[in-house]
């Protein structure tokens, strides 16, 4: 499949739902002076060719617990070759927003959101307790200076 250049209209269209996703598809294409259905054409199409790629919440300042609680896990599983029984396990703990596969010492590195530090912990402790894990060493996330979140990155299985 060939990927679809994006004219700047679908640029437009990416920026303000980047900026807030629940945005109507009326006020959408006021901003870009396109139809309603001209514009849920378009989101369509940007999904369906995986430009966008998912909606995403993010908890306000007034929101119960107020920011997450954000750690970086390590895991080093005990068979690096065949670790598919902890991908499977981390892929059931909602808690876990990203994994990557990794070179050099550690095997995996996880991206771990809670609400409270007790949650992070329970996480952590039903990581390290599967069968398949010899070591996991946690970052907690103290502030975050910079955060580049990049629309097109691509999402690996």
Known sequence: MATRHLDEIDEQLLAELTNNARVSLVTL????????????????????????????????????????????????????????????AIRAIPEVVRCDILSGDFDLLLAVETETVERMQAVWEQIAALPEVANTVTSLTLATPVNRHKVNAPAEG
């Open 29 to 88: 294409g006021n901003r870009v002076h396109l139809s309603r259905n001209a514009v849920r054409q378009r989101v369509e199409r940007m999904e369906r060719d995986g430009i966008i790629g998912g909606y995403t919440l993010t908890p306000g300042k007034n929101s119960k617990g107020g920011r997450p609680i954000r750690a970086n896990v390590f895991v080093y599983r005990l068979d690096r070759m065949r670790g598919e029984l902890v991908l499977s």
